[in-house]
């Protein structure tokens, strides 16, 4: 008998390498009249953990991921000991939003200096990191008062920690929140 993963077979990037099956995702071919086999086995590997390699997964099956149909004696056959298949990782979305305080004394603008310190990003996987710089952002108003800052990040604002590649992000805008000026 041989064996392949076929149909849809993706996933949310999270830095891991393990994918997801089910029976629907296995072809296997090879069996005399009608005789026939489903597979039971629901975990494979990622030829890669990152968006931009990901294009395979392999499962690796043992005789006892096999269920005989009607009719069928398995030990007749020789059981393939893996399928493999196309597969993708799609880049995880992130969410940032401006967070702390920021004070300054009214210079008759309405432009707002921020550091990557006042943004807040949500959704980087743990044990990665990804760093915003500095840029500007605009109150709401040039009036002294509770103001709404509100700011837009480029790709080219962010950077990538140490073992986090920024394609497997889908890089967002930044929300605004309340901030003072005095």
């Keep these: ?11 949310t990037y999270d830095g891991g390498s393990g994918a997801l099956l089910s029976g629907a995702n296995y072809s296997l071919s ?6 026939s086999a489903s597979v039971t086995q629901t975990a494979g590997v990622y030829n890669s953990v990152n968006v931009a390699t990901a294009n395979s997964v392999t499962a690796s099956l043992s005789a006892g991921d096999f269920t005989a149909g009607s009719g069928t004696t398995l030990s007749n056959y020789s059981l393939p000991v893996s399928a493999s ?9 992130l969410s940032a939003s401006l ?9 008759g603008t309405a432009i707002a200096s921020l550091t990557g310190g006042n943004v807040a990003l ?8 990804i760093n915003v710089g500095t840029l500007n952002g605009s109150y709401d108003s040039r009036n002294a008062g509770t103001r709404t800052v509100s700011a837009t ?6 950077t990538a920690g140490s073992s986090t590649l920024l394609g497997n992000y889908l890089l967002v805008a930044i929300a605004g929140t309340l901030w003072f000026l005095q």
């Design 99 to 107: 967070t702390g305080a920021l004070g300054r004394s009214y210079d």
């Design 1 to 11: 008998l041989s064996a392949s993963l076929t149909g849809t077979i993706s996933k």
């Design 30 to 35: 090879g069996f005399v009249g009608a005789q």
């Design 153 to 158: 990040l480029a790709g080219g604002d962010f």
């Design 122 to 129: 949500d959704g980087v996987v743990a044990g990665e990191s």
């Design 85 to 93: 298949g196309s597969a993708s990782i799609a880049a995880k979305s």
